[in-house]
């Protein structure tokens, strides 16, 4: 008899998964179960990834991305558990947690099902654990913000049960869908997920029928899950606001029809407002600092230019015309945030270099565009020296006081790293971080047990909070081969959210982590240095597909009469316009079709092999495809393209 089926639905993370699938296997030692994860079509290689490495698990491969109720509804109805687990993939749990969690519910009749106490990738406790429903006065609650005002509220903060602990067990209204550990036989009294809900609210659906069909659902803190994601991922964008109370909007019309009818247009109102309030508010992010470099530029520019014309151009009452004002100096100052921003000035971290080398080629292509233009409308070589002597100071100066205010989001990226494991698992993530060129200072191993510590390792583990406040630690790799969940969860909440955590997983060549609840987990999917995966990669890639783009425009007649790629070239032009295409890529269906951690990119008009026709064999090409993304630059994908477009 199988005693538990566990259902994971998996969108793009599969080396998340990758460490879930591992974590799942360990707590399930003893029990008789099943493993489901369907598959939402991801682009990843997802499918047939887990095909190679968990040959022994069921897996369903849908063709579209049908949402998280409706692929969970197709495990349901496979499995043959007595009971029902649906669990997110970027989750790691504890060895114990299964056991503990049957152990509950074959002790408690009258749990429908139970969750468990979750943390983010960071050790901090996730709120989301135990919910309340969202009725009408809860919802406007947690709207209004007022459960962050007062966290332990009855009332205020009843989305979050805040008046009862987080320590200890209790029956709570909603359980979170990461973790939902359910009765089979409950939900074939009460159905399955209600596929109304495509995201958001049908954990909150099901643990209302849960309890009106008789039944409770329990929060059971003494296991515990690593959930990486988090509630609160991209919960500033539109897009978030508008799924998150839309479905807010579908479980209030379905079971507060007749008492909310007011409340619901309120709410949709709200839904609009907040959506408004996270455009603005993402709008800022991006172009507040840009608008107060302006500012300050044009400020400092109108007075360099009042000095210079008061009192060393004083000769016949000399005044610079208001053409000045109006468009040269606004053209000088768009100049220099161009530059800034293809240096990686807007970037974060704040490195300075960044910013200095955008100054000097935004003042170099001002001082040569100068050069050209007639006699008339020169107006003076002093203001272009002066003023890049005041956009270099306000620019750095501004961003040195932001890394004041803010030291934690603009701080070095600079690793200094310790893992937990033993020499042999060790060493091999060292080799992984050298190899993929990670900067980092490495500290040593600590061992994972508390045995005498010798050469060549750091200390023990039980000296691990020592070792990081000693040696200033910001990054712990977890060996997930050398060290229990249960332990590498209990450090984390120890040390806290100082550090930044990872884990390693027992096989393959994936770090997987993430530094806040508030970061999407799979942007840490592989977290290795691909310098076309940079923000300022992905930029220059870009530019450069625009730059081949007005190339080839200008250069008609020469490629439709001289080039045997006139085709392709035709083909893919406007598409690589319009940013659905790159000019040059890995290979056809790469990504989806190999075992690979290169980083994603647009389909391409050309691929790496076609600059290299006598290079068959497909190892030295996947070599080719790693170094290409690992050390990006525009050189070396003009040569690319330049040797696409003219081979025979």
């Known amino acids: 008899m199988v005693q538990l089926s566990i259902i994971i639905v998996n969108y793009n993370v599969k080396y998340f998964l990758e460490e879930c699938l591992h974590s799942v296997k360990r707590s399930l030692k003893n029990i008789s179960a099943e493993i489901f994860v369907v598959d939402n079509n991801s682009v990843d290689g997802s499918v047939e990834w887990m095909q190679q490495r968990f040959p022994d698990i069921h897996i369903i491969a849908n063709q579209q991305n049908v949402g998280f109720s409706k692929a969970n509804n197709q495990a349901i109805r496979l499995a043959k558990g007595e009971f029902i687990l649906l669990l997110n993939p970027d989750t790691v749990v504890q060895e114990d947690t299964f056991e503990k969690c049957l152990h509950f519910m074959q002790s408690h009749l009258n749990a429908g099902a139970v969750g468990v106490k979750m943390v983010d990738g960071k050790g901090k406790y996730l709120p989301e654990s135990k919910r309340g429903f969202p009725s009408p006065a809860t919802a406007l609650y947690k709207m209004m913000g007022l459960h962050k005002i007062f966290p332990t509220s009855k009332i205020f903060n009843q989305y979050y049960v805040g008046n009862l602990s987080s320590a200890e067990t209790n029956a709570v209204p909603v359980l979170a869908g990461a973790f939902m550990f359910i009765r089979k036989n409950v939900l074939d009294k009460i159905g399955l997920l209600d596929e109304d809900f495509f995201m958001y609210g049908e954990d909150i659906d099901l643990s209302w029928r849960i309890i009106k069909a008789g039944f409770k659902n329990y929060y059971l803190p003494t296991t515990q899950i690593i959930h990486y994601k988090g509630e609160s991922t991209k919960r500033a964008t539109f897009n978030y606001v508008k799924h998150f109370y839309n479905a807010m909007l579908i479980f209030l019309k379905k079971h507060f029809a007749q008492k909310a009818t007011a409340f619901i247009l309120l709410l949709q109102c709200a839904i609009f407002l907040r959506g408004i309030v996270a455009y603005f508010k993402n709008f800022s992010e991006k172009f507040l600092l840009p608008f107060f470099d302006a500012a300050f530029i044009y400020v400092g520019l109108f007075f360099i230019k009042s000095f210079w014309e008061n009192n060393i151009k004083t000769a016949d009452n000399f005044r610079y015309p208001s ?242 790629q006139r085709t392709k070239i035709l083909n893919n032009f406007f598409q690589i316009v319009f940013r659905k295409k790159t000019w040059m890529g890995y290979k056809n269906n790469f990504l989806k079709n190999q075992s690979t951690h290169l980083p994603k990119l647009l389909p391409s008009a050309f691929f790496i092999a076609d600059a290299y026709p006598e290079i068959v064999d497909e190892p030295t090409l996947q070599h080719l495809r790693f170094l290409y993304a690992k050390n990006y630059s525009v050189l070396e994908d003009v040569n690319l393209i330049w040797k696409c477009l003219w081979r025979k």
């Not at 002597?389 to 603009?410: C, D, G, Y």
């Not at 200072?441 to 200390?459: Q, V």
């Not at 987990?521 to 450069?544: E, H, P, Q, V, W």
Request: aromatic fraction near 12%.
């Open 323 to 564: 053409e000045f004002h109006l468009f040269v100096l606004p053209v000088y100052i768009l100049i220099w945030l161009l530059c800034l921003f293809f240096s990686g000035g807007y970037d974060k971290p704040i490195k300075m270099i960044r910013v200095f080398r955008g100054v000097v080629f935004g003042s170099l292509m001002i001082a040569s565009v100068y050069a050209f233009l007639p006699e008339t409308a020169r107006f003076s070589r002093a203001i272009i020296l002066l003023g890049s002597a005041w956009v270099m100071a306000t620019t750095l100066f501004i961003r040195q006081l932001l890394k004041w205010i803010s030291p934690e989001e603009n701080s070095s990226d600079e690793r200094r790293i310790v893992v937990v494991g033993t020499n042999e698992e060790a060493n091999r993530v060292h080799e992984m971080i050298n190899r993929l060129g990670i900067h980092h200072e490495w500290l040593g191993a600590i061992h994972p047990k508390n045995e005498t510590s010798e050469n060549p390792y750091l200390a023990r583990i039980s000296q691990l909070y020592d070792v990081v406040a000693i040696f200033k630690i910001n990054e712990i790799i977890f060996c997930a081969k050398d060290i229990s969940a249960q332990e590498i969860i209990h450090w984390m909440t120890t040390i806290g959210a100082k550090v930044n955590y990872k884990i390693v997983g027992e096989e393959g060549m994936s770090i997987v982590g993430s530094n806040s609840k508030n970061t999407a987990g799979d942007l840490y999917a592989m977290d290795f240095s691909f310098s076309i995966a940079t923000a300022f990669g992905k930029r220059n890639k870009m530019m450069l597909d625009y730059l081949v783009c007005a190339i080839l425009l200008m250069t008609v007649p020469i490629w439709f009469l001289f080039s045997s």
